[in-house]
């Protein structure tokens, strides 16, 4: 068990729908990440927050729109999603300090496997 | 920007040997740190291991261990003994003094044959 939950495990949408996904952590963490992963693909990091706020956003399409109410939580809302975009979502956290060393390590919840339809 | 390399094809080893996965990294910066991940065919991501890039000493945890080579800019994980529940995708990846982003490699396809 990582301490990182996904929910939910599997989505099917159309272009036209929205979804959310939900991602929870239960390790005290103060930074959450999105990835996605696309098929013969690196994983892409998407969005970063630390302390709850948005540090990083590398250029992603307005149609995925990300919320972090509090340290715990994070969420990936999807709106009007196109077929390019089904592939598995994870989440990570990790706990941050100043003057890091990189070594924080970063623990992934179990993903989410999106269809775009 | 950093860039990690995992170029191997996809591997069969037999049940109980050894396997190395191999690993380069491409980065300026003299602080990072290293590490690798599991992904069994349920897709989630396990940490194995870590390396810090000033660490004289190689990291080693269970049946995991990581050859780092500094100055080949290499960090390849060596498993030991394997058993079928080792296979899975496993991915390199790297992390900056400072810096949120963690680059992975492409990953490499490992399959444990009794």
């Known amino acids: 068990e990582t301490g990182v939950t996904q929910t939910p495990r599997h989505l099917v949408m159309g272009m036209t729908n929205k979804k959310s996904l939900k991602c929870e952590q239960h390790?005290?963490?103060?930074?959450m990440y999105w990835y996605k992963q696309s098929a013969k693909k690196p994983l892409e990091l998407m969005f970063v927050y630390s302390l709850e706020e948005r540090v990083e956003n590398n250029s992603v399409p307005s149609r995925f729109s990300p919320e972090c109410p509090n340290s715990s939580h994070l969420f990936l809302h999807l709106h009007t999603l196109q077929p390019e975009d089904s592939a598995l979502y994870l989440c990570?956290?990790?706990?941050?300090?100043?003057?890091?060393?990189?070594?924080?390590?970063?623990?992934f919840g179990p993903g989410t496997r999106l269809l775009v339809l | 920007a950093q860039k990690i390399t995992q170029t191997q094809p996809g591997m069969f080893v037999q049940e109980k040997e050894a396997v190395t996965l191999d690993c380069t990294y491409d980065t300026s910066d003299q602080s990072y740190g290293l590490f690798w991940y599991k992904q069994p065919s349920s897709g989630e991501m396990i940490f194995l291991i870590y390396q810090g890039s000033y660490d004289e000493k190689n990291a080693t945890e269970g049946r995991y261990s990581l050859n780092f080579q500094k100055a080949r800019k290499s960090a390849n994980l060596v498993i030991s003994a394997s058993q079928l529940g080792d296979s899975a995708m496993y991915f390199c990846?790297?992390?900056?003094?400072?810096?949120?982003?963690?680059?992975f490699g492409k990953g490499n396809q490992v399959v444990v044959i009794p």
């Open positions: 390790l005290g963490h103060n930074a």
């Open positions: 990570a956290s990790s706990q941050d300090r100043i003057g890091t060393s990189g070594q924080e390590t970063q623990y």
């Open positions: 990846a790297m992390r900056v003094y400072g810096n949120n982003r963690l680059a």
